[in-house]
Nanobody, 115 residues
C-alpha cells in the first residue's frame, strides 16, 4: 500500500535551520509531483512548495528564499530544507504526492520555532 512517512520535525530557535524528509513506498515515485504543506490548529492546510517531475520548483511567497524543496528519485525520497525559520513557520508539515487523481499524504511532522 502506498505510503509517505515524514521525519525531521523538531523545536528550533528563530533564525535556525531544519531539514524535513519524506520517504515514499509502493508508488512509482518518479511519476509523482511532490509537495509540502503545513497546518496550524484552527487553520486550513497551506501549500508550501512543489517539485515537479522535471525538478522545477515553486514556493509560496512567505518561504521564498528560505526553503528549498528537492527530490531524489533514486531513493524515493524528497526533502524540505528550511533556513532562517520564523515563529510563523510553526506548524505540522505534511508531504504530499500526486499523480492525476491519485493523492497520497504523510502523517505529518511537527516543526516548532520557539525562543
Amino acid at each position: 500500500q502506498a505510503r509517505l512517512v515524514e521525519s525531521g520535525g523538531d523545536v528550533v530557535q528563530p533564525g535556525g535551520s531544519l531539514k524535513l524528509s519524506c520517504a515514499a513506498s509502493d508508488i512509482t515515485f518518479g511519476l509523482y509531483t511532490l509537495a509540502w504543506y503545513r497546518q496550524v490548529p484552527g487553520k486550513q492546510r497551506e501549500w508550501v512548495a512543489t517539485v515537479e517531475l522535471n525538478e522545477s520548483t515553486n514556493y509560496t511567497e512567505s518561504v521564498k528564499g528560505r526553503f528549498t524543496i528537492s527530490r531524489d528519485n533514486s531513493k524515493d525520497m524528497f526533502y524540505l530544507e528550511m533556513k532562517n525559520l520564523k515563529f510563523d513557520d510553526t506548524a505540522v508539515y505534511y508531504c504530499n504526492a500526486q499523480l492525476g487523481t491519485m493523492i497520497r499524504w504523510g502523517q505529518g511532522t511537527q516543526v516548532t520555532v520557539s525562543s
